[in-house]
C-alpha cells in the first residue's frame, strides 16, 4: 500500500485514514510494534478557548486555543484490531479500557510530577504485552510546567516526545526496529523514533493532525543526530 507521504530515504511512512482499513493492507512482517495512544472514549472535548479555560488562573501563560476532535473518543474504545496483530505493542490509555485488554503484569506508568491536590490525573498508564513487571518514568507534565519541550501544544492528549522515546529504550523495547503508530496524533512517537533512529509507520484519521505530524516529523528529520543536544528549545 503506498503511503501518503514518507521520507525521502523511506524510513518514515505516513498515511492519512482509518487504521482499521489501513492496517489489514500493510506488511505485518514490516511492523515490529505498536506503540500508541488511542482514544480513550472518554469523549474528552477539545474547544478549551471556547469553554473559557484560558481564564483560569493556572492557565494564564499558556496560550489557549480550540483542537480539531479527537476521532473515536466519542465511543468505548475496543484494542481488538490491534490485539489480532499479536506484535509487541505499548497501548497508553489501557486502563480506561482495560476490560477488553488480556491480563499483563507489565505496566508502564508516567508520573507527570503534578501537585496532589488537581482534579486532572497525576499519572497516565499503559498496558504492554511486552515488558516485564511495572516501570515508571518521572516526567513533569503540567501546563506551562513541563520538564522539557516548550513548544506549542499540538494535540489535547499530546504525549512528550521523551516519554515515548523512554517507552522505546526500556531493555525490552530497544531491539524493535520499525515501530507503528496506527493512532498517531501530532506524532510524538514518530519524533521519538526518529530522534532513536529506527523506521517508523504512523497513520491518522484526521486531516489536521496529520499534516501538524507531518510538520513535526519533517522538522525532526533536518536535525542531525549531533544536534541532539540543542534540540531542547525547539519546537516539536
Given at each position: 500500500?503506498k503511503?501518503d507521504?514518507?521520507?525521502?530515504?523511506g524510513?518514515?511512512q505516513?498515511f492519512?485514514?482509518?487504521?482499521l482499513?489501513i492496517?489489514?493492507?500493510?506488511?505485518?512482517?514490516?511492523i515490529?510494534a505498536?506503540v500508541?495512544?488511542p482514544p480513550?472514549?472518554?469523549n474528552h472535548p477539545?474547544?478549551?478557548k471556547?469553554?473559557?479555560?484560558?481564564?483560569?488562573?493556572?492557565?494564564?501563560?499558556?496560550?489557549?486555543?480550540?483542537?480539531?476532535?479527537i476521532?473515536?473518543?466519542?465511543a468505548?474504545f475496543?484494542?481488538?484490531?490491534?490485539?489480532?496483530?499479536?506484535?509487541p505493542?505499548?497501548?497508553?490509555?489501557?486502563?480506561?479500557?482495560?476490560?477488553?485488554l488480556?491480563?499483563?503484569?507489565?505496566w508502564?506508568?508516567?508520573?507527570?510530577?503534578?501537585g496532589?491536590?488537581?482534579?486532572q490525573?497525576?499519572?497516565e498508564l499503559a498496558?504492554t504485552n511486552?515488558?516485564?513487571?511495572v516501570r515508571c518514568?518521572?516526567?513533569l507534565?503540567d501546563?506551562?510546567?513541563?520538564?522539557?519541550?516548550h513548544?506549542?501544544?499540538?494535540?489535547p492528549?499530546?504525549?512528550?516526545?521523551?516519554?515515548?522515546?523512554w517507552?522505546?529504550?526500556?531493555r525490552w523495547?530497544?531491539?524493535?526496529s520499525?515501530?507503528?503508530?496506527?493512532?498517531?496524533?501530532s506524532?510524538?512517537t514518530a519524533?521519538?523514533?526518529?530522534?532513536l533512529?529506527?523506521?517508523?509507520?504512523?497513520?491518522?484519521l484526521?486531516?489536521?493532525?496529520?499534516?501538524?505530524?507531518?510538520q513535526?516529523i519533517?522538522?525532526?528529520l533536518h536535525?542531525?543526530?549531533?544536534?541532539e543536544?540543542e534540540?531542547?528549545g525547539?519546537?516539536?
Amino acid at each position: 500500500m503506498k503511503p501518503d507521504w514518507q521520507s525521502k530515504d523511506g524510513s518514515v511512512q505516513l498515511f492519512c485514514g482509518d487504521c482499521l482499513e489501513i492496517l489489514p493492507k500493510l506488511q505485518k512482517t514490516t511492523i515490529d510494534a505498536v506503540v500508541t495512544d488511542p482514544p480513550y472514549g472518554i469523549n474528552h472535548p477539545t474547544d478549551y478557548k471556547t469553554r473559557g479555560r484560558g481564564n483560569r488562573p493556572r492557565f494564564k501563560k499558556v496560550a489557549c486555543k480550540d483542537y480539531p476532535q479527537i476521532a473515536g473518543d466519542d465511543a468505548p474504545f475496543d484494542p481488538q484490531h490491534l490485539l489480532d496483530l499479536r506484535i509487541p505493542m505499548i497501548l497508553w490509555g489501557g486502563n480506561y479500557y482495560a476490560s477488553r485488554l488480556p491480563d499483563s503484569s507489565g505496566w508502564l506508568v508516567w508520573d507527570k510530577l503534578r501537585g496532589e491536590d488537581l482534579d486532572q490525573a497525576t499519572c497516565e498508564l499503559a498496558w504492554t504485552n511486552c515488558v516485564k513487571g511495572v516501570r515508571c518514568f518521572r516526567y513533569l507534565w503540567d501546563g506551562f510546567r513541563k520538564a522539557g519541550e516548550h513548544g506549542e501544544q499540538f494535540h489535547p492528549m499530546q504525549k512528550p516526545v521523551a516519554l515515548m522515546k523512554w517507552c522505546l529504550s526500556l531493555r525490552w523495547t530497544k531491539t524493535f526496529s520499525t515501530i507503528c503508530d496506527p493512532y498517531m496524533g501530532s506524532g510524538s512517537t514518530a519524533v521519538a523514533c526518529i530522534r532513536l533512529g529506527k523506521p517508523f509507520v504512523g497513520i491518522e484519521l484526521v486531516p489536521e493532525y496529520f499534516d501538524i505530524a507531518k510538520q513535526r516529523i519533517e522538522r525532526a528529520l533536518h536535525i542531525p543526530p549531533a544536534k541532539e543536544k540543542e534540540r531542547k528549545g525547539l519546537v516539536f
